[in-house]
């Protein structure tokens, strides 16, 4: 290499430089050229890169980490839901009615008046809410208001009488349409009769995709965030459109880099070939594979048990799909060498998911997939070997450990009871076997922030600070091990580790650097990190002035 070849366009200098490769920190820099990494080590050596033009970043005692990778997001609805009416902080129906009427004033133009994040749990009244509270105040415009889990919907009577759901519509299959005593629809609908709505509600025009791919590009470049595996299928629809996506891509060089995992059908599987050649030598914008649902959740007795529920005798709660048709899908996917992720919070639908997974690669070989597991809230025993063994990755949201306030008011010890209890969310016990254990948010089920989730995977407390010591402390990892879940385990999960996830030459340039470090600091101080520089393939997409 000559010298001119060799000197690097940018420079990061700290003696906090955590790659990823292991967890001793680096005195020293990185260079960068272009899109790549050159050189990462000691200051001394760092010297023969740099030249006149090179521009140096100085940041002394700042963490500077691999790009960090959310691997679970539902990018369209979490942009919403930025965009939209919050109703978190609400404790009534009325309450909720009153803030949904006051966004729908300030917003005329939007034809659907969207929310999130409404928990009946929470309020005062823990009655389900109906549609007459939103009719008698927003009678002529459609209302589709999703609650925390995303996995039930209010709506008002126009927003039903768009989606055609009357007294004579039937459940649809694996999906509720709750009823009032003469029949008619109250205006809540759980699982798959959600997406009668999610198809009409969520439809949007080219030129609103595009604005939210943007804001949220921005969003997740302030928290360090460079990379997200996209999980589009939500209720038989697919929130997203490769031809918007291809667009965006080509119009901001600042946009992070987008994983699309495609809903699990057969009309997909046969045009895997098509969809994975489509951004085959595409660097930001790649097929990830197929996603779909075993399973709801356990807050609501729709998650998939082995045994019993231990507050509700004799029910093991049910399955979101025919577990039949589901597995030969994963069977197909799998001939085609492609890989499949699984919504499965019971241990019950976790088991599923590791047999059919297993069933196929015994039956086709391994294959170059990376089929994995997602949330896997309850797990038994016996299965947490079974992610090792057949190479199956371990799909985790650190921040749903704490989805209450408090611990005393976490429904999850209720319904696995006091035995089942010690493996909820196993997160050292899963990766201790050496299974490959990535992170992400859900977004929007909690915010994109990744500080939120690491600092909950280190201390596994409430907000409260309860339960003294953390929630099943022996689950507690250290700030390097979630650190990795985040970067390398994620890289793995979307099967780009030899180019992404830790500091090394070679590789992309996706860097973020921290506001502090988060391996000094009281784990309480975790939350609250922001990136004040975030690098992506070599090009500074965020920094903070």
């Not at 404790?91 to 966004?103: I, L, N």
């Not at 495609?262 to 994975?276: D, M, V, Y």
């Not at 197909?332 to 976790?350: F, I, N, Q, T, W």
């Not at 992309?508 to 000094?520: P, Q, R």
Request: proline share 4%.
């Amino acid at each position: 290499m000559n010298d001119q070849n060799r000197y690097a366009d940018k420079v990061i200098i700290s003696n906090a430089i955590f790659t990823g490769v292991d967890d001793v920190l680096i005195d020293g820099g990185i260079a960068v050229k272009g899109e790549k990494i050159i050189f990462v080590g000691e200051r001394e050596a760092l010297q023969r890169y740099i030249s006149q033009d090179t521009k140096i970043y100085e940041y002394t005692d700042k963490l500077v980490i691999p790009g960090l990778i959310d691997s679970h997001v539902h990018l369209i609805m979490g942009s919403l839901y930025n965009r939209c009416v919050n109703l978190g902080s609400v404790r009534s129906e009325e309450e909720a009615a009153q803030k949904v009427k006051e966004f729908a004033d300030a917003n005329p133009d939007d034809p659907w008046v969207l929310g999130f994040n409404w928990y009946n749990i929470f309020w005062e009244d823990k009655s389900v809410p109906t549609k007459e509270s939103l009719d008698k105040l927003i009678p002529d415009r459609p209302v589709f208001l999703l609650n925390a889990e995303a996995h039930g919907g209010w709506v008002n009577s126009k927003a039903l009488e768009i989606a055609g759901i009357d007294k004579n519509t039937k459940d649809p299959e694996y999906g509720i349409i709750v009823r009032d005593e003469s029949g008619e629809p109250t205006g809540v609908l759980y699982e798959w009769a959600i997406g009668l709505v999610v198809k009409h509600a969520y439809s949007l025009p080219e030129e609103k995709e595009m604005e939210l791919l943007k804001s949220f590009s921005e969003k997740a470049a302030q928290f360090g965030v460079t990379s997200i595996a996209d999980m589009q299928p939500f209720f038989g629809s697919n929130l997203g459109k490769k031809e918007v996506y291809e667009k965006y891509i080509k119009s901001d060089p600042n946009a992070i880099r987008f994983h699309i995992a495609f809903g699990l059908t057969e009309e997909n599987i046969a045009h895997s070939h098509e969809l994975k050649s489509r951004w085959e030598n595409h660097d930001k914008l790649k097929f990830l594979g197929f996603k779909d649902f075993i399973d709801g959740v356990p807050n609501t007795y729709t998650a998939l048990l082995v045994e019993p529920y231990a507050d509700r005798e004799g029910y093991c709660g049910n399955s979101l799909t025919d577990l039949d048709t589901l597995k030969k899908l994963i069977e197909k996917a799998h001939e085609k060498g492609c890989s499949v992720r699984l919504h499965a919070c019971g241990d019950g639908a976790v088991r599923f998911a590791l047999e059919s997974y297993i069933d196929a690669i015994k039956k086709y070989g391994r294959k170059d997939v990376r089929h994995g597991v997602e949330h896997i809230e309850m797990i038994t025993v016996e299965d947490i070997p079974k992610f090792k063994e057949y190479g199956i990755i371990a799909s985790m949201q650190p921040e749903h450990v704490a989805l209450t306030e408090s611990y005393k008011d976490n429904p999850y010890p209720v319904r696995a009871g006091k035995e089942r209890e010690k493996y909820l969310w196993a997160f050292r016990t899963i990766m201790k076997t050496g299974a490959n254990v990535c992170f992400g948010s859900d977004y929007p089920v909690v915010d994109i922030d990744p500080f939120l989730g690491i600092y909950r995977g280190v201390t596994r407390l409430h907000n409260d600070g309860t339960p003294q010591g953390g929630w099943n402390p022996q689950e507690k990892l250290t700030v390097q091990e979630v650190l990795r879940a985040y970067t390398y385990g994620s890289a793995y999960a979307l099967g780009r580790e030899e180019e992404l996830g830790t500091l090394e030459e070679g590789k992309y340039a996706d860097i973020a650097v921290l506001d502090k470090n988060l391996l000094t600091v009281p784990p309480e101080q975790i939350r609250g990190t922001k990136s004040i520089l975030t690098m992506i393939g070599g090009k500074v997409v965020f920094e903070k002035e």
